[in-house]
């Protein structure tokens, strides 16, 4: 990949993080988009670029900020452990673990 500039490769980094982050596959956000699986391949390997309006539903359907699909900058992902992925990852495992609603307001 040393011949992709490096703008295109950090798009195409954040879009693949932004649809495993949201807990999409390709094929679930390529129906989201009314595209094909193949356009979102593209995208994440840095062989094509969205246009102006695909990067637009991106941000709407991925709930991301379109400035940071653009120019990269602070993650709009939380890592904090009270998140609602962190919850339902909790829930699933079957873990008996105490956690209180309050805490999830953050």
Do not use: C
């Not at 609602?84 to 956690?99: A, M, N, T």
């Amino acid at each position: 990949l040393w011949y992709m500039p490096s703008a295109k490769l950090a798009i195409s980094k954040r879009i693949k993080d932004a649809r495993t982050a949201r807990g999409l596959t390709q094929v679930v956000l390529s129906e989201q988009l009314h595209l094909t699986r193949g356009a979102i391949g593209h995208w994440e390997q840095g062989k094509a670029s969205p246009s102006t309006a695909n990067l637009s539903k991106l941000a709407t359907v991925l709930n991301v900020p379109i400035e940071w699909l653009i120019r990269g900058g602070q993650s709009p992902f939380k890592e904090a452990k009270n998140s609602s992925f962190e919850l339902v990852r909790r829930l699933s495992s079957g873990k008996k673990d105490s956690f209180s609603i309050s805490s999830m307001s953050n």
